[in-house]
């Protein structure tokens, strides 16, 4: 009489997309799982992407290093950690975006053992000539007014011969002449060798802030005059 078999009954209240096309089926615990790995996945992505970026800027932007031993007193001292500019030597439609000036601070790989990093300041560039006078540079036979220097570590006064600075190279020299190995003893560093030109202090927190540059007033020497110089 009465059938109450489960194939011939209904169920009531299930949607289906069969029923209405504009009707979206949602299954909460589905869609759920894909959210989850759909943001995990694009949280890996972003942190893909920083560190790329991380390592692009270190490897051709700017490096840390940290300052070892005392040759650039009282500018510099044993264990600060700097901040190096390494696009000393890229072009941009002809505008430099670090060239080297005198009164940088540079680092570079010392000429006699490459493995081996130093921290100095650039006194003499390419074409110059570069003397030394009872502890005072001459560059081009004009005397550099050198404000950075301490007294208290530059009291040996040393003669340095003239030495024409030759073309792709630098004379650099510490603050600390006392106590700095530096081209007065090694000679020249090539271009190639300088890596980098600090411009940041960022430790220790007292010292933090951007590094004294220089500032030169050097007048132009005509070539005659430097070999008349350099004769004597």
């Known amino acids: 009489m009465f ?3 489960r194939k011939n009954q209904f169920d009531f209240g299930v949607v289906s997309a069969a029923d209405d096309r504009d009707i979206e089926v949602v299954r909460l615990r589905t869609e759920s799982r894909q959210g989850l790995w759909s943001e995990s996945l694009k949280l890996l992505r972003d942190i893909i992407l920083i560190i790329a ?3 692009l800027f270190g490897v051709f932007v700017a490096q840390p290093v940290v300052v070892e031993g005392t040759s650039m007193l009282p500018q510099l001292h044993d264990g600060e950690r700097l901040l190096v500019n390494k696009m000393v030597y890229y072009k941009f439609q002809s505008v430099s975006w670090g060239h080297l000036e005198r009164g940088d601070i540079v680092v570079f790989w010392y000429p006699h053992d490459p493995e081996k990093s130093y921290v100095k300041r650039v006194i003499g560039l390419p074409g110059e000539t570069v003397e030394l006078r ?3 540079v001459f560059i081009n036979g004009t005397e550099l007014n050198e404000t950075y220097l301490d007294t208290e570590h530059n009291q040996s006064l040393p003669n340095f011969p003239m030495k024409r600075v030759e073309e792709h190279y630098y004379f650099v020299m510490g603050d600390n002449r006392d106590n700095s190995s530096d081209s007065r003893y090694w000679g020249l560093v090539p271009e190639k060798y300088i ?3 600090a411009f940041f ?6 010292e933090i802030g951007f590094l004294e540059h220089g500032k030169y007033n050097i007048e132009e020497v005509k070539p005659d005059d430097i070999r008349a110089e350099s004769d004597e």
């Open 134 to 136: 009872s502890g005072k």
């Open 201 to 206: 202090r960022y430790w220790k927190p007292s």
């Open 195 to 197: 890596y980098g030109k």
């Open 53 to 55: 970026v991380f390592v």
């Open 3 to 5: 059938d109450f078999q």
